[in-house]
């Protein structure tokens, strides 16, 4: 990739002493052009220059903007607005008058500098996370996984159509997602990712669709929403279950119309987006118990991937265990370990409620807490002690607000963080939840659930 | 006499030298420099606006608004200078402890920004609401900010900026107790941080993991990971945050009743932190002393750690941590 150039086309002589410097500044390489070149648009921005002869300024603006569509400044000597209407008029994309705007044409370099820049900087960054998320990269070979890779790999190449991941939590489906973006036509646009569960209705809303100014009374200013963020890209929506039904129908417009419309908006804004959902929820379930609705879920349904659990893919985990290793070893910087038979058929023999999630948390662990170059079972026995902490395992004794704590910190990683619900299952209001969350298990003297 | 131009160049050379030193990071020689200069500076908003950036940076925050109130009213072209000077306004009122009027300024700020295209100002003010309704306690309002602001990171290809977000919304998630997410988006955090590479950022998060860790119970993890964070900020020359890991790792001893561990790594925490003179480490490693010293019965010492860490607190205007930490000292045993 070759540097970002000042391209000067100079109709007089004056201001010559100058560009050279503004270009080295702002990490730019000069290049004159003469009347009749078509400059390189994509990584450069233009300057007439034309001190003196102002009024072949807009006759030169025109001639060169019908050759490129880069960025182009006109420079002359006269601070008339008449001329920068002109060169306006005829293309240029501002007018300077020096030497008093001289300081103001060296902020428009160096705005456009940058920009030239992050267009760069985009360009390789999604080059870097198409490596990370290769879809080959996805480890395990166990037939369910397989076939969920050989569905999703036929979706790729169609960056129109929904796909609805479903999978138990920590199963892999945002690295799915982000993999069927990134190996797909749309990896240079973003991957946009939302959590529908961690934001209350209201905020939900406004945070995917966007608002115009005065929505309100916060809203000060109009403010484009997740979907317009992710446009000519990918949004992933995680926890689709969760979504609130007023929201799941502007949900459903949206994927109908290819148009979302923003809090307190009139007009319908066209969104060039692919949507993929997430869930752990049996969204068919959902469906029957009207929680959930029948269009939207259809809608969804177009692409299904089932992500099999971690205890469904044995044949998979010690790969896997030992591709976390050899990572880990490379972040912290040590040896990479060796797994005894012991802890190989530990690994093999557990559960995995928490699935891949949890295996790496796991190893993760045995890796910083190893120092001998072996990890046995003994090593690999500690469980999430959020866990641990509700079976009596807290340091002795315990003050009660630590226990409620810890209760409540379960039930919300038990609910995805769904406030609702977990209130729900500890038998409490979800303002006692809240103000137990905000006081560390404390929700003042005789705190009622009224 | 004519208004002088916005956009007239001052002294020969000077905003080109001013210049230099600020991309050189050197904003205490920035700040007395154009401070020689302050009111010939004053009509050229490029430099106008750096001059209230030095002052920022070397926390004179309340010289910055009151700067910066004097010279945004007259920039009125320059927007590049506009844009710069209104997130400033913003950052100087947040560093006074001005949560409202912060939060207008960044408010304006994500609006000029987004009516001229700079996207990386969209991202930076999205932050930095973000950080104020955190800040003010309103976590589901500071998590929606810290989301958009990741999605302009994400369409920039920031990935600074989106470890820096990430590491954000995980503070907020763990204020949430909700530890999975938060330790999902550290994790995030890492990985971006160790592509920069960024050390520091990489240790921040993993410091932010072994707290996730300690909230888990799980005590063991959380003092290796903590130690391990120590020795990373020793290493780069950071010795306050250093001093946030070993007094982490002393509350993960205390948890695990190896008082004697934590008594000393607590003891060099209050030291260091006293040293530097950072008050919010102080307040919290005196807190953490506090409970050590309650948790072995040494009930004198713990009252006057509290009290010690009470008194910050109050200062810094931490008013959560001072009405929690009030309430602990009352529920102690009277002797």
């Given at each position: 990739?070759?540097?970002?150039?000042?391209?000067?086309?100079?109709?007089?002589?004056?201001?010559?002493?100058?560009?050279?410097?503004?270009?080295?500044?702002?990490?730019?390489?000069?290049?004159?052009?003469?009347?009749?070149?078509?400059?390189?648009?994509?990584?450069?921005?233009?300057?007439?220059?034309?001190?003196?002869?102002?009024?072949?300024?807009?006759?030169?603006?025109?001639?060169?903007?019908?050759?490129t569509d880069a960025p182009l400044a006109a420079v002359g000597a006269l601070p008339d607005h008449r001329v920068a209407a002109a060169v306006v008029r005829a293309g240029a994309n501002d007018y300077?008058?020096?030497?008093?705007?001289?300081?103001?044409?060296?902020?428009?370099?160096?705005?456009?500098?940058?920009?030239?820049?992050?267009?760069?900087?985009?360009?390789?960054?999604?080059?870097?996370?198409?490596?990370?998320?290769?879809?080959?990269?996805?480890?395990?070979?166990?037939?369910?996984?397989?076939?969920?890779?050989?569905?999703?790999?036929?979706?790729?190449?169609?960056?129109?159509?929904?796909?609805?991941?479903?999978?138990?939590?920590?199963?892999?489906?945002?690295?799915?997602?982000?993999?069927?973006?990134?190996?797909?036509?749309?990896?240079?646009?973003?991957?946009?990712?939302?959590?529908?569960?961690?934001?209350?209705?209201?905020?939900?809303?406004?945070?995917?669709?966007?608002?115009?100014?005065?929505?309100?009374?916060?809203?000060?200013?109009?403010?484009?929403?997740?979907?317009?963020?992710?446009?000519?890209?990918?949004?992933?929506?995680?926890?689709?279950?969760?979504?609130?039904?007023?929201?799941?129908?502007?949900?459903?417009?949206?994927?109908?119309?290819?148009?979302?419309?923003?809090?307190?908006?009139?007009?319908?804004?066209?969104?060039?987006?692919?949507?993929?959902?997430?869930?752990?929820?049996?969204?068919?379930?959902?469906?029957?118990?009207?929680?959930?609705?029948?269009?939207?879920?259809?809608?969804?349904?177009?692409?299904?991937?089932?992500?099999?659990?971690?205890?469904?893919?044995?044949?998979?985990?010690?790969?896997?265990?030992?591709?976390?290793?050899?990572?880990?070893?490379?972040?912290?910087?040590?040896?990479?370990?060796?797994?005894?038979?012991?802890?190989?058929?530990?690994?093999?023999?557990?559960?995995?409620?928490?699935?891949?999630?949890?295996?790496?948390?796991?190893?993760?662990?045995?890796?910083?807490?190893?120092?001998?170059?072996?990890?046995?079972?003994?090593?690999?026995?500690?469980?999430?002690?959020?866990?641990?902490?509700?079976?009596?395992?807290?340091?002795?004794?315990?003050?009660?607000a630590d226990i409620v704590t810890a209760a409540v910190v379960l039930s919300l990683e038990a609910t995805g963080g769904n406030k609702s619900e977990a209130a729900r299952r500890l038998g409490i209001?979800?303002?006692?939840?809240?103000?137990?969350?905000?006081?560390?298990?404390?929700?003042?003297?005789?705190?009622?659930?009224? | 006499?004519?208004?002088?131009?916005?956009?007239?160049?001052?002294?020969?050379?000077?905003?080109?030298?001013?210049?230099?030193?600020?991309?050189?990071?050197?904003?205490?020689?920035?700040?007395?420099?154009?401070?020689?200069?302050?009111?010939?500076?004053?009509?050229?908003?490029?430099?106008?606006?750096?001059?209230?950036?030095?002052?920022?940076?070397?926390?004179?925050?309340?010289?910055?608004?009151?700067?910066?109130?004097?010279?945004?009213?007259?920039?009125?072209?320059?927007?590049?200078?506009?844009?710069?000077?209104?997130?400033?306004?913003?950052?100087?009122?947040?560093?006074?402890?001005?949560?409202?009027?912060?939060?207008?300024?960044?408010?304006?700020?994500?609006?000029?920004?987004?009516?001229?295209?700079?996207?990386?100002?969209?991202?930076?003010?999205?932050?930095?609401?973000?950080?104020?309704?955190?800040?003010?306690?309103?976590?589901?309002?500071?998590?929606?900010?810290?989301?958009?602001?990741?999605?302009?990171?994400?369409?920039?290809?920031?990935?600074?900026?989106?470890?820096?977000?990430?590491?954000?919304?995980?503070?907020?998630?763990?204020?949430?107790?909700?530890?999975?997410?938060?330790?999902?988006?550290?994790?995030?955090?890492?990985?971006?941080?160790?592509?920069?590479?960024?050390?520091?950022?990489?240790?921040?998060?993993?410091?932010?993991?072994?707290?996730?860790?300690?909230?888990?119970?799980?005590?063991?993890?959380?003092?290796?990971?903590?130690?391990?964070?120590?020795?990373?900020?020793?290493?780069?020359?950071?010795?306050?945050?250093?001093?946030?890991?070993?007094?982490?790792?002393?509350?993960?001893?205390?948890?695990?009743?190896?008082?004697?561990?934590?008594?000393?790594?607590?003891?060099?925490?209050?030291?260091?932190?006293?040293?530097?003179?950072?008050?919010?480490?102080?307040?919290?490693?005196?807190?953490?002393?506090?409970?050590?010293?309650?948790?072995?019965?040494?009930?004198?010492?713990?009252?006057?750690?509290?009290?010690?860490?009470?008194?910050?607190?109050?200062?810094?205007?931490?008013?959560?941590?001072?009405?929690?930490?009030?309430?602990?000292?009352?529920?102690?045993?009277?002797?």
């Amino acid at each position: 990739m070759g540097a970002h150039a000042l391209v000067l086309l100079p109709l007089s002589d004056s201001f010559l002493e100058i560009w050279h410097s503004m270009a080295n500044e702002c990490g730019l390489v000069l290049e004159s052009v003469a009347a009749e070149d078509t400059p390189h648009g994509r990584r450069a921005l233009l300057v007439i220059a034309a001190g003196g002869v102002e009024d072949r300024l807009a006759a030169a603006t025109r001639a060169l903007r019908e050759r490129t569509d880069a960025p182009l400044a006109a420079v002359g000597a006269l601070p008339d607005h008449r001329v920068a209407a002109a060169v306006v008029r005829a293309g240029a994309n501002d007018y300077f008058a020096l030497p008093d705007d001289l300081e103001l044409l060296k902020s428009w370099v160096r705005d456009g500098a940058e920009r030239l820049r992050l267009r760069d900087q985009g360009r390789r960054f999604a080059e870097g996370e198409a490596r990370k998320y290769r879809f080959e990269g996805i480890l395990g070979s166990s037939p369910a996984l397989e076939a969920a890779l050989a569905r999703a790999s036929r979706v790729i190449p169609y960056p129109a159509v929904t796909v609805l991941i479903t999978g138990e939590t920590g199963t892999g489906k945002e690295l799915l997602a982000r993999a069927i973006h990134y190996d797909g036509p749309r990896a240079t646009g973003p991957f946009v990712d939302v959590n529908c569960a961690a934001l209350p209705e209201h905020l939900l809303e406004s945070e995917l669709f966007g608002h115009e100014k005065g929505a309100f009374t916060d809203a000060r200013a109009a403010k484009p929403g997740l979907f317009e963020m992710a446009n000519e890209g990918t949004i992933f929506l995680d926890e689709i279950g969760h979504l609130d039904p007023s929201l799941q129908g502007k949900l459903l417009r949206a994927l109908q119309e290819r148009t979302i419309r923003r809090v307190g908006g009139t007009r319908s804004l066209p969104v060039d987006v692919r949507v993929i959902a997430a869930t752990h929820v049996d969204l068919e379930a959902a469906v029957r118990a009207g929680t959930f609705r029948e269009d939207l879920f259809y809608r969804l349904n177009v692409m299904p991937l089932a992500l099999p659990p971690l205890r469904e893919r044995g044949p998979d985990i010690i790969p896997i265990a030992r591709h976390l290793l050899a990572r880990f070893a490379a972040d912290y910087d040590k040896p990479v370990p060796v797994l005894t038979a012991r802890a190989e058929r530990q690994l093999v023999g557990r559960e995995w409620p928490g699935n891949i999630r949890e295996l790496r948390n796991v190893v993760e662990r045995a890796m910083i807490l190893c120092e001998t170059g072996t990890i046995d079972a003994a090593d690999l026995e500690a469980d999430v002690p959020a866990r641990r902490a509700t079976r009596g395992s807290l340091p002795f004794p315990a003050r009660l607000a630590d226990i409620v704590t810890a209760a409540v910190v379960l039930s919300l990683e038990a609910t995805g963080g769904n406030k609702s619900e977990a209130a729900r299952r500890l038998g409490i209001t979800r303002p006692r939840l809240q103000r137990l969350l905000d006081h560390q298990g404390e929700d003042g003297e005789g705190g009622s659930d009224e | 006499m004519s208004k002088p131009r916005e956009g007239g160049a001052p002294a020969p050379s000077l905003p080109s030298r001013a210049r230099a030193l600020a991309d050189a990071g050197a904003w205490a020689d920035v700040s007395a420099l154009l401070g020689r200069h302050r009111e010939s500076i004053r009509p050229h908003a490029p430099t106008a606006t750096l001059y209230a950036e030095s002052l920022v940076r070397t926390g004179r925050a309340s010289e910055a608004r009151t700067w910066l109130e004097s010279i945004v009213p007259a920039i009125t072209r320059d927007r590049s200078s506009l844009r710069r000077a209104t997130v400033l306004t913003g950052a100087a009122y947040f560093e006074l402890g001005d949560l409202a009027s912060a939060r207008r300024w960044f408010h304006d700020t994500l609006e000029l920004a987004r009516e001229d295209g700079d996207e990386p100002l969209v991202a930076r003010a999205m932050n930095n609401l973000g950080a104020v309704e955190n800040v003010q306690g309103r976590r589901a309002e500071a998590i929606a900010n810290y989301q958009l602001a990741a999605a302009a990171h994400q369409r920039m290809g920031s990935a600074r900026g989106l470890a820096e977000c990430y590491h954000n919304m995980a503070i907020t998630f763990r204020d949430l107790s909700q530890l999975d997410n938060a330790d999902e988006l550290e994790q995030r955090c890492v990985e971006f941080a160790r592509d920069l590479p960024d050390p520091r950022l990489v240790a921040l998060a993993r410091l932010g993991r072994a707290e996730i860790a300690l909230r888990r119970g799980d005590a063991a993890l959380a003092e290796a990971s903590a130690r391990r964070v120590a020795r990373d900020f020793a290493n780069g020359g950071d010795p306050v945050r250093e001093a946030d890991a070993l007094r982490l790792a002393g509350v993960a001893c205390t948890t695990l009743g190896r008082f004697d561990d934590a008594r000393q790594l607590l003891d060099e925490a209050v030291d260091r932190t006293r040293q530097h003179g950072a008050l919010l480490n102080q307040a919290e490693s005196l807190r953490a002393r506090a409970e050590l010293s309650a948790a072995v019965g040494r009930l004198d010492d713990a009252r006057t750690d509290a009290a010690s860490a009470l008194r910050l607190f109050e200062e810094l205007r931490a008013i959560d941590d001072a009405a929690k930490l009030t309430r602990w000292i009352e529920g102690l045993p009277v002797e």
